[in-house]
């Protein structure tokens, strides 16, 4: 298949620049920093194995892995997510709550006014709406072979594999995650003891890794966008 959209717009997110990374040598994909998977929706035919620290956002994805598109689709729309019914289960109000903002790193209650203006203007996929909740319904069916494991990187199984790692960034656009403290020279040695295939993000400036140049994502107001760096190693 060509891949899932994103089940919502996380911070930092890889979605978008994932077919420039390198396509997976492996039917077993592991990302160890999870959050929206933007890499492994690309290629979600494959064993996808998340191991995410964050608790609310493992619990998004075993309600996405184990949901039902019927039980999705009755979820109504809404602007805020304290008027969700009392029955609508924690992780689908996690998930409810992230589209209320686009790229945030928690979930929002209410729908941020950026959104409204977009709304305003015809894009779709502003808050929960319609559009949202059928893309969602019609994508759970393909990742009930997935497996998220809730806790820290190195709880990932060891297994020969494609390795996509994308731990927040050593500097200011690093610290807005929840879970933002990392050692990063433990990542490094743990990253060259992974079997197969590994690819590691970082944004420019990065030291704790042979990192190469790799691209300019999203230019902003400056112009530059961020600069991203990459470290690839195959054994």
């Known amino acids: ?20 990374y390198a396509r997976p040598l492996h039917d077993t994909i ?4 999870a959050g929206a998977a933007g890499y492994g929706l690309r290629y979600p035919e494959r064993r996808v194995v998340l191991v995410e620290k964050y ?3 493992c619990e998004i994805w075993r309600w996405l892995i184990a949901v039902t598109p019927s039980e999705v689709l009755r979820i109504p729309e809404v602007d805020s997510v304290d008027d969700l019914p009392a029955w609508v289960p924690e992780g689908a109000r996690s998930l409810v709550g992230f589209s209320m903002n686009a790229a945030c790193c928690t ?3 209410t729908l941020s006014a950026g959104c409204k203006k977009l709304r305003a203007h015809n894009r779709k996929f502003q808050g929960w709406t319609a559009a949202l909740r059928d893309r969602v319904a019609s ?5 009930r072979h997935w497996k998220i494991i809730e806790g820290d990187y ?3 199984p060891d297994t020969r594999a494609t390795w996509f790692v994308d731990p927040p960034y050593s500097n200011d656009a690093g610290s807005h995650y929840v879970h933002h403290k990392v050692d990063y020279r433990e990542v490094a040695d743990w990253c060259r003891s992974r079997s197969g295939q590994v ?6 400036g990065a030291t704790w890794a042979p990192f190469q140049t ?14 991203e760096v990459v470290w690839e190693q195959t054994g």
């Open 30 to 33: 592991v990302e160890p920093f």
């Open 199 to 204: 690819i590691v993000c970082e944004n420019e």
């Open 1 to 20: 298949m060509n891949g899932l959209k994103p089940f919502w717009r996380y911070y930092g997110g890889k979605w978008r620049a994932a077919p420039r």
């Open 139 to 143: 994508q759970v069916e393909h990742i």
């Open 55 to 57: 608790p609310v956002i």
């Open 154 to 156: 190195s709880l990932a």
């Open 214 to 227: 790799f691209a300019t994502f999203k230019p902003g107001v400056n112009g530059k966008g961020s600069r």
């Open 107 to 109: 979930p929002r209650r």
